[in-house]
């Protein structure tokens, strides 16, 4: 790849195998550099200058759920999980220029590395949040090898639960020098992107891809190609990127999915466009990245 999709290739030796040591943990939370990346409720703290990556030890006394990331260029990164927090309690801790936003809409504009730490942390914190209970047995579960685990407290049970990824494809259908874009009513205002579903058991991701274009514009699909992945914890999510083959160009859309699609043509993403009419998807996305190599011909 000529260059990482945003929030892939992350330079983090996330030490996988010293999650459960104590001593090491210990150790990582009580170094000089450690730095805490905050999360209050999908939310991710920032600077007015760039990431706000906090000092540890400024949020200890809080006691609030702490998940080891790794380390880079010699600091240990841990997510912490400030969801517990009401906002007057928020405020207290957290103060200007300092403040929570959603990622998605500031993620293209971050060093590489940095958007990709928030990333991380968000994903895993939106996973801890969510599996608090067995989904076994329904009894309380408890955070095991430094946030990457849920155990369930349940002694005939005590199933571990991991983190997971819902696999979804997302493809750029191309026909010649046309390929198809189509506007979901979810969108933002204007904007036009790359088809996408999740991928369903026992489908090989090819076959999710023809099906979901299928589905979605009527268009059947031939030859499938892949182009890269990208984590989209947004919530939870990876993301497969794919080119597809048109065998056929006729639109049957369906409006559940779709309000629109159409085939459009190199020339004409050229630009310029009415902002007012159409627009791309957010450049951190990797169905901008789709777009922009086919194209610039990359492909």
């Not at 170094?31 to 905050?38: K, N």
């Not at 099906?211 to 979605?216: A, M």
């Not at 984590?231 to 990127?241: K, T």
């Amino acid at each position: 790849m000529e260059k990482p999709n945003f929030y892939a290739s992350l330079p983090l030796d996330r030490q996988a195998e010293k999650r459960r040591d104590a001593a090491f943990l210990a150790d990582r939370l009580a170094h000089a550099t450690a730095l805490a990346v905050p999360v209050w409720r999908t939310r991710s703290l920032i600077l007015e200058t760039g990431p706000g990556f906090l000092a540890l030890h400024s949020l200890a006394h809080l006691d609030l759920p702490t998940m080891y990331l790794g380390e880079l260029e010699g600091a240990p990164y841990f997510a912490v999980d400030a969801s517990k927090l009401d906002e007057p309690e928020l405020a207290a801790h957290i103060a200007p220029p300092e403040r929570f936003v959603d990622l998605r809409g500031i993620g293209a504009t971050l060093p590489h590395a940095q958007g990709g730490l928030m990333a991380y942390a968000r994903g895993l914190a939106w996973w801890n949040q969510r599996h608090l209970f067995c989904g076994v047995c329904g009894a309380p579960t408890r955070s095991e090898a430094a946030g990457h685990v849920r155990s369930c407290t349940n002694a005939a049970c005590a199933t571990d639960h991991f983190p997971r990824s819902d696999p979804a494809t997302i493809m750029l259908i191309v026909s010649g020098d046309k390929c198809l874009l189509g506007r979901s009513a979810r969108f933002p205002f204007a904007m036009y992107s790359t088809l996408a579903g999740f991928v369903e058991p026992g489908e090989s991701l090819e076959d999710c891809v023809r099906r979901e274009t299928f589905e979605e514009s009527g268009v059947r699909v031939g030859a499938v190609r892949y182009h890269s992945s990208q984590p989209w914890p947004f919530p939870a999510s990876i993301m497969l990127g794919f080119y597809g083959e048109a065998l056929t160009t006729e639109l049957v859309i369906d409006r559940e999915e779709l309000v629109d699609a159409m085939w459009v043509t190199r020339d004409f993403l050229r630009g310029p466009h009415d902002p007012e009419k159409f627009r791309l998807p957010r450049a951190d996305s990797i169905a901008r990245r789709l777009i922009e190599d086919w194209v610039a011909e990359r492909i």
